[in-house]
């Protein structure tokens, strides 16, 4: 069965200080790996994946995301944080191998951007 | 273009009650998915479409819950019997799945509050 952690439901930092969201998964085979922003009231937006390739992923609003498959980590990085990033991220995981489509969430990490 | 749209976007009725809820893909998207978000949680798979068929129902929960897709566009979730542990946000996706692309774009959810 596939399985993600993201360990903090919350993460504070400055603006203009760098930020990471961290994420990890288990899956039995390889993974499709990727991040969705939740503003409030609005759906789930898609910001980046990684599928194969580069471990080192670029995505929308300056995001980025790093694959390490040794610690099985997927971990959402921005160098500068604005204050309009505060929201709702989720880490998501596709087990190629399942042959099965569907996703699998985190519970997610709740991102404030202090002024 | 046009997101993928979900109606209603709030549902209120009372435990027992049967109800509807619709999905509006991506045009051109031939796979559609179904979703359930609880508070402070992460979406849970609960179906998924490629054209008209079901291609994994996995994830619903028991037999009250059914959905179609009878033209490949447009989908239906249909809840049975309503109970008060039904209330949540009721998320749908859709992609391409061409090989290519991978990610699944959200539509807004609908509310489902069960009284």
């Known amino acids: 069965a596939q399985s993600v952690a993201q360990p903090e439901d919350q993460v504070n930092v400055a603006e203009g200080n760098p930020l990471t969201v961290k994420c990890t998964y288990s899956v039995s085979g390889n993974p499709y790996l990727f991040w969705y922003v939740q503003y409030p009231n609005r759906g789930l937006q898609f910001l980046l994946k990684?599928?194969?390739?580069?471990?080192l992923v670029k995505g929308s609003y300056g995001f980025e995301a790093e694959f390490n498959k040794s610690q099985t980590s997927f971990h959402l990085k921005k160098p500068s944080a604005l204050v309009s990033d505060s929201a709702l991220y989720f880490c998501a995981v596709r087990d190629i191998r399942a042959g099965s489509y569907q996703l699998t969430f985190g519970k997610g990490t709740k991102l404030s951007v202090i002024p | 273009g046009a997101g993928v749209s979900q109606t209603p976007s709030n549902k209120v009725t009372e435990k027992g009650k049967y109800v509807e809820l619709r999905c509006d893909p991506i045009?051109?998207?031939?796979?559609l998915y179904w979703y359930r978000q609880s508070l402070g949680q992460g979406p849970e798979f609960l179906i998924y479409?490629?054209?008209?068929?079901?291609?994994?129902d996995s994830g619903l929960p028991n037999d009250r819950f059914f959905a179609v897709r009878p033209e490949g566009s447009v989908s239906t979730l249909k809840i049975q019997r309503t109970e008060r542990g039904d209330s949540a946000v009721y998320l749908c996706?859709?992609?391409?799945?061409?090989?290519?692309?991978?990610?699944?774009?959200f539509g807004p959810g609908t509310r489902l509050t069960v009284t």
């Open positions: 045009s051109g998207h031939t796979a």
């Open positions: 990684y599928i194969t390739g580069d471990n």
């Open positions: 479409f490629q054209g008209t068929g079901a291609a994994d």
């Open positions: 996706a859709s992609s391409l799945n061409d090989g290519f692309s991978y990610e699944q774009y």
